[in-house]
């Protein structure tokens, strides 16, 4: 009685069991890397935090220039290499601590016998000032503090290509892009392709007849009193 | 009634024509630099514009039929992949069936390896072989051929005895042996027949002599037309043999008496 008893019990337990079984396999052929060069240096070069003027010139200082940061990047939006990278969603500024966490980073977590990084920014080159701490307003421009390079929406970071797959790149770009100081991602080539195509076909399917574009452009409901000048360029897309 | 009409309409004109001094206040404006990464919230008129800007998407699943519409009925198969391997074994399977004359389609019921290692020595040297393949290769190997409606009865495990020869009393013979394997059916020259067809095809005499059979039945319209319309002759040719047996025999007797002297 009690050891019927005990069997039920076992009988409901859960108990989640691997069975292994023989069965036809289907094994394909590896991916087909032939076509991929990796250069002599994979790894991602230092970039100076200061930019180098000629011995006579003073360091010109700058005004802040948001336009540097504002609206689209009209240019360096593509894979140049067509595989992997980190693309940047939102505009913002990069200085010499955070290109050095994307160099270190990258360069300690990929495989340079297989992968190879590439930078598609520019060198810090932005001079930015600051006046000392607790110092009064006035006195004129502060000195340069230091240097940045500005990003618009879009803009390709840092690109990674070589003999391997999305999977094996994935998991350290998107490390990098999450520590940006902007909203960034870790997309490759395809999933890039796949979004441009997916953007159309819901401008195509859009049934609502009033778009950002059409009503500015037409000043419907007295609009142009109150946009800013970069919405007649941008339709409320970009700040 | 004219009267209170005409005065109320007097009254919407001088609310219309009542003097209307324009005010002017100055707004501080976009005076504060924009925060790309954190901009400010939208003032209203701006968000109430967006809200109606908004994309609209038509439903999916408007001008859809009902099997569509409701979800999950429609209970799409994934697509088999195939293997080299696989099509390899299923072109092996296809060559055992088209060299066959006869084919016995078995029931699998599960067995172990040591009674199909008897089966196996038991059909040895007798030109038969057991073909076994799961419903994956048999329907790669089988459909499109003559074979394809064998694969009706290719339900659960099955296996087949394919033999060279022609000799369905001595496969019958091996099948009693096989406890685990359930006859079905069979395919004799490339025709699927059933178990009982099967069983009277083994009482059948030999096929060489039932095809001289068949030969014969074929010619004898023509033989008989030509035994009548020869018969004439025949007689003719038979009687005057006859005649001339007589003939030959009275000749015989004469020269006998000839020789006695008296005719």
Redesign the interface.
Known sequence: MFSTRLLKQASYSRVMIQIQVAG????QPPPDYSHIQLPEKPKLQFKDKVPTYPSNLKPPKMS?R?TF??GPEPIHTEFIHKQYGIVAL???RLHSGHIEMIRMTINRKMDPSKMFAVWRIDSPWQPLTRKGQGKRMGGGKGAIDHYVVPIKAGRVIVELGGKCEFEQAFPFLKEVAHIL???AKATSYELMEAEKIEQQR?KN????P???EY?IRNNM?G?HT???PIDKKWY?KY? | MSVIESTTRLINLQRLLKPWIPTTTAIRW?TR?????R?IPD?Y??AR??A???????DPLMDKPWFEKCGNILQTKEKE???K??ELLAKEFYKKFAESQLIAVFHENSSKAYELLKIKQMIHGHNMKMVFG?RKIATLALVGTEFEPVLRLHEGKTAYLCSKDLHVPKLLKFVKKMNHLVLLAGVVQGRLITKSQLQWVATLPDINMLRAELCSILSSHTIQLSQSLTYQQQQLTQSLEQLVKKDSETSTDGSETSADGTS
């Open positions: 036809m396999k289907n094994f802040k948001l940061m504002r939102c505009g913002g100081p902007f909203k819901l399917a859009n049934i609502n009033y778009t950002a009503v409901g609009c109150w946009i800013s409320f700040v | 976009r630099k924009p925060n790309i990464q901009p003032h008129v701006k514009f967006k109606a800007l908004e994309p609209i998407y038509p992949e195939t293997s391997y696989e799961s």
